[in-house]
Every structure is written in C-alpha cells, then in structure tokens.
C-alpha cells in the first residue's frame, strides 16, 4: 500500500493518473451520479483503462475506439500535470453522457468544459486558478505565467470563433467559470455536468447555453436562470435583454429641454453599450408660469410686427399699432400629442 516513486519511475505516473481519476470520479458521485443510486444515474461509474506513457510525443487524449485515456511523454510528461490528468478524464465522462460526442461546435464544448472541470478541482489550492496545466506547459511558455489555457478570457461568440476547439473552448469555459463565481463550485459543476445530457447532435454553443438553462429547470426549478442569462449574455450565447429602467420609474416632473438623471438595472459587467432614447407617451398637462419683471423678454420668446412687444412694470405689452398693422409675441412650444394649449390675458 505504499506508492512513493521518484518523478523518474514509470511508476509514478501510474500513481498520478490513479489517484486523480479515482478522486475525480468520487467527487462527481458526491454530486448525486452514482450507480448506487435508484435508478442508477452514474457517469462513467466503473474502472476506465489509461496509458500513462502512451508514447513519446507531447499530447494526450481520450479514444473512442478504445474507450481509453493515453497520455504523452513528450515535453513534461502529461501523466505529471493533475490538469491534464482530469481534463482528459472529462472527455470520457462527456462521451459517456453523450456518445454522439461530435460535430459542429460539441468539440469547443467539450474542451472547454475539460478545461473547466479541472480549473475547478484545483481551483482551491491554485496561485492562479484560472490558469490551466501550469506544470505541463513549462515545456514551451518561456515566461510565467505558465498556462496551456485560461477559463477566463475574454472572448465572444460568434467575433472571436477561431475554428480551433481549444480556443472556441475558452468561451464556453469562461460561461462556467463565471457561474461558478456567483453560484459556487458544487451547484456549478453539477449544472455543467448536467447539461451535457441535454446537448442535442451537433449542438453549437449556443446549443450549450439552453441546455445548461434546462438543467437548471430540471435540478433547482429554474432559481438560477438570471445568473445563467448574465453569464450567456456576457459570451454572446444568448440575446442581449434590454436594461430595465427603474429611474424616472413614473411620477416624475421632466422639463423639455432639461438634464434628467437616468438609471437602470444594473448590467455594466457585460461587454455592450447602450443607447437611451426617451419619448413622451404620457398626457402633460401644467402650467407655465413666466416672470416679466427684466427690461426685456424672457428666454424663449420672440417678438414681431410693426410695434414689437415689451416688458414694462412686469408685464409683457403689445406695441401700439394703427389700421392695417400688428404686432405678435411668439413662445415655441413642443406637444407630445393631441390637446389643448390655453393662456391668460389681459386687454
């Protein structure tokens, strides 16, 4: 029962690639997918085959054909990287949920929620837990940070679709990885792993993002839809909503012409800006009130005619015309629709 070896026994890879299947696999049954349970509901809750020296070169991968994990010896033997250890073993548990694992966008799915699940096994006790197979990638970064990849870049869908499943995947890792911030890591695994049995074939990403809104249905009666909106929202997987406004919310005296503070509800965290356009829908109905207690008109209005209007002893008086003559004040006044407009006066 004791399996120490020194990094340079083929031994020791053995030991790495055991040990953190084997946890892996518990920590998905504490989830509640075991086979102890009825009905049985386990992913991948039996032995699975590896080959921690697989061959020489720098890569890893899980086989269909075999239904095998194989990892590379090239570079920092990939068997020495936990991370590459569990994001290996998250493609056997996808295809285990999905057997139909292909096509369209399920590979950057796939690699992004590899990428996930093994940012958050470790996240814990990482000095960068975004980071991904710091130890692994010692073999060709030159400068730290050592990463392969991180699950919380900044990238968009459709604009920064590459083709590349890794990359693609960074997306799809960054929805999971900012639902794990706001929900925790328990309830944000097990949406992540519950959604993949609601991928239909070929799904896109977009695909991923209602499958992960119908897991939530389904385990907690839909509770964390707006969090998972937020985060979908944030990638482009889903439709921008529109900010709710909550300030003026009704009640309100706006003045045409004049600055009004606005506020909504809060949605700054995503990467979009807005444009605010205000109508008048609403019956004004109001008195205005001027003072004509200067020498001269106030702002606003304009006087005409033969004998223009002016200000005396405040009040606004119309110029002494003859036959044939007038003399006019003149105020613009927008309407925001049909009624009436209705003054005093003084003769």
Known sequence: GDFRYSPDDPRFEEVMVYHYIDATQRYVQSLGYSNANTPPNGIRDRATLVSPHWFEQDQSFYS????????????????????????????????????????????????????????????????????????????????????????????????????????DGEIWSRVLWDLRQHLGASTADTLALESNF??????????????????????????????????????????????????????????????APMS?????N???????????????????QDRFDGSRLPEGYSAFGNEPWRVEDGVARAGEIDHSQSSSLVLPVDVAGPGQLSFRYRV
């Open 64 to 167: 269909v054909s075999d239904d095998s994990l194989h990892f590379g010896d090239g570079g920092m033997q990939d068997a020495e990287d936990p991370d590459i250890i569990v994001h290996e073993y998250a493609h056997a548990l996808t295809h285990d949920q999905v057997p139909y694992w292909s096509g369209s966008g399920m590979e950057a799915i796939g690699e992004g929620f590899s990428d996930y699940l093994a940012a958050s096994r470790f996240a814990s006790t990482s000095v960068d837990p975004a980071c991904i197979a710091e130890w692994d990638s010692r073999a060709y970064v030159t400068t730290a940070p050592y990463c392969l990849r991180r699950v919380d870049r900044d990238r968009q869908y459709p604009v920064d679709v590459t083709g590349d499943p890794h990359t």
């Open 198 to 259: 609601y991928l239909p074939p070929a799904a896109s990403l977009t695909d991923a993002g209602r499958a992960l809104l119908d897991a939530d249905a389904n385990l907690y009666d839909g509770v964390h839809e707006p969090t998972i909106r937020q985060a979908l929202m944030a990638r482009g997987l889903v439709a921008l909503s529109a900010p709710r406004l909550i300030g003026p919310d009704g009640g309100e005296t706006l003045k045409p012409g004049a600055m």
């Open 264 to 268: 909504w509800q809060d949605g700054s």
């Open 270 to 288: 995503l990467p979009v800006t807005y444009d605010v356009q205000v109508s008048l829908d609403a019956n004004a109905v109001g008195t205005r």
